[in-house]
């Protein structure tokens, strides 16, 4: 259902901004969208751990650090 006097800027005869945006293919950032860079992140540095031989208590940003300046001190890989 077209929306009242709605004509497409683009010229694509669209019914709506939502299918004009949707055939473009055109994603921008949610909130939710932070969050799995951030997981990414954080998993990223306990797998890069993992792969050196350490075990940290868990993929916590805070146990990973704290695994891996163990490991440092004692100069042999960190197990919780």
């Known amino acids: 259902m077209?929306?009242?006097?709605y004509q497409c800027p683009c010229g694509g005869g669209h019914e709506t901004w939502g299918a004009?945006?949707?055939?473009k293919r055109i994603q921008y950032p949610t909130a939710s969208h932070?969050?799995?860079?951030?997981?990414?992140?954080v998993l990223?540095?306990?797998?890069?751990a993992r792969r050196q031989g350490i075990q940290p208590q868990s993929p916590l940003t805070r146990h990973v650090t704290k695994a891996i300046r163990r490991s440092d001190a004692a100069g042999e890989p960190y197990r919780a």
């Open 34 to 41: 932070g969050h799995f860079v951030k997981r990414a992140k």
């Open 20 to 23: 004009c945006i949707r055939a």
């Open 2 to 5: 077209a929306e009242a006097g």
């Open 44 to 48: 990223g540095r306990y797998e890069w």
